[in-house]
């Protein structure tokens, strides 16, 4: 992939109202963007099929939505104001400041000085001010979701009655002042997790994290990743965060090259660890900032033994743009037709398609034509898949080209042949990918979209 595919994901994630520039008419807030009709669909479905895989269809796993103001106790002795820093660095020809890993040859990644400042660390926690007067009652907002989760271990523990191993979901708002954010929705400074963290028994760390990151990459193909465009890559010991035993990535081939998508990591007993209360007690095997303010403690005790231990930590963790950003990028492609036209095509999967019908009457000024529309429109939307948009340009040719483009895996057209004649009461179908037709009869529609697309 090459520059000219980000540049045209960026076009058409704005023209079709996936994305936008925050701020635009202001000339845009660097870092910051903004998710149009269409976006926000795709985003949300995506969420949601993140959230069934890992709450509903499983027994094991909890819910949590917690506060975006974070305790700054919590992140003093999580290490994240002394570690969540990134090494930054200036162009004293362009006056640009960037991350260390953004020089190339020692040159400016801008201008192409050489002119360059020696690095030095900046925390990229995002701080605000609680009450009235701006003092020294600081928080910060979250840089990711997982403290919180980590904080309310025990409260989720003793009100499910969940037994080791368990995890607690959790999706949500994150923010860091990165250096330079981008490409596009890439790298952002407000951004939205999912993630999940599963609490395992010590001795059975490493059966969870490998289970963890086989049951992610599948995740992945079944939301409709190319495989040639994912893999597991294994980050090297002197990579590791501080709090890290292991950590696989799934990357993808993004336009702009092969990044994360994903992290599982192997997070030990670091994580309750540096909450809990007793921490000379726990046996704890990470190294941890030992302290005496928490009022909790985050451990479990052996039925057998009664000894007290802290579990260990797998965490599976996403960026929900990220996710959208490789969604579009995986779905888009651009068909020459029979005769010759250019018809672009989102081929997302259905359960993550902004719209998953669009009715299309053959007449806009015909009102039997248009009744009909409605009748079928409304029996769609009864079973409640997701949005259903009636097409009434009066174009069906242009209303296929339009919903091709934007992923709607289905077309429903309503003709003369709807309303009278031999076929009276039938429609017909269209399928995005092949362009195939079936004529179908109205008590049959759903019993079809069932059967081959909202399964």
């Known amino acids: 992939m090459t520059d000219q595919k980000l540049d045209t994901i960026i076009s058409f994630c704005k023209r079709r109202g996936f994305v936008f520039q925050s701020a635009q008419i202001y000339g845009g807030l660097q870092g910051f963007y903004d998710y149009g009709p269409l976006g926000v669909e795709l985003k949300n479905n995506l969420k949601k099929a993140w959230w069934k895989s890992m709450v509903y269809d499983r027994h094991d796993i909890e819910g949590l939505d917690s506060s975006i103001i974070s305790h700054p106790i919590a992140l003093k002795h ?53 009450g009235p007067v701006n003092d020294d009652s600081h928080a910060y907002l979250r840089p990711e979701t997982a403290q919180n989760i980590f904080m309310n271990f025990k409260q989720v523990l003793d009100s499910s009655n969940q037994k080791i191993p368990f995890g607690i979901a959790q999706i949500g708002k994150a923010f860091r002042n990165e250096i330079t954010p981008r490409p596009f929705i890439f790298r952002v400074r407000e951004f939205e997790q999912m993630e999940m963290e599963y ?101 479990v005790q ?105 992923g709607t895996p289905v077309c429903i057209t309503i003709d003369h042949d709807s309303i009278e004649g031999d076929q009276i009461n039938t429609v017909t179908i269209r399928d995005r990918d092949t362009m195939k037709q079936q004529r179908v009869h109205e008590n049959q529609i759903v019993k079809f979209l069932k059967e081959n697309y909202f399964a």
Request: proline share 4%; hydrophobic share 35%.
């Open 78 to 130: 999580s290490g994240h104001e002394a570690t969540f820093i990134d090494p930054l660095v200036d162009c004293k020809s362009c006056k640009k400041r960037f991350r260390e890993d953004a020089v190339v040859e020692k040159k400016c990644p801008f201008c192409g000085s050489t002119s360059i400042t020696e690095s030095r660390p900046f925390n990229l926690m995002m701080k605000t001010h609680l």
């Open 302 to 406: 052996n039925v057998d033994s009664k000894k007290w231990f802290v579990p260990f930590v797998i965490e599976p963790s996403a960026g929900v743009d990220r996710g959208v950003f490789a969604l579009i990028t995986d779905a888009y492609r651009e068909d020459i037709t029979d005769s010759g036209s250019k018809r672009i095509v989102l081929s997302l999967k259905p359960h993550l398609s902004p719209f998953k019908v669009a009715v299309v009457p053959l007449l806009k000024n015909n009102g039997q034509l248009m009744n009909y529309s409605q009748k079928i429109l409304g029996i769609i939307k009864h079973c409640g898949w997701g949005r259903v948009r009636l097409e009434d340009t009066g174009n069906v040719g242009k209303s296929y080209r339009r919903h091709d483009e934007i």
């Open 199 to 299: 609490f395992v028994l010590p001795e059975e760390d490493e059966k969870w994290h490998y289970y963890w990151v086989e049951k992610r990459m599948k995740w992945w193909l079944d939301q409709g990743l190319n495989a040639k465009n994912l893999v597991q890559s294994p980050q090297a010991k002197e990579d590791l965060a501080h709090y890290s035993k292991a950590t696989v990535d799934i990357l993808y081939r993004f336009p702009h090259g092969l990044e994360e998508l994903e992290g599982i990591a192997n997070r030990t007993d670091y994580d309750l660890g540096c909450h809990t209360k007793y921490q000379s007690d726990m046996e704890i095997t990470a190294k941890i900032n030992n302290h005496k303010q928490s009022t909790m403690r985050l451990a």
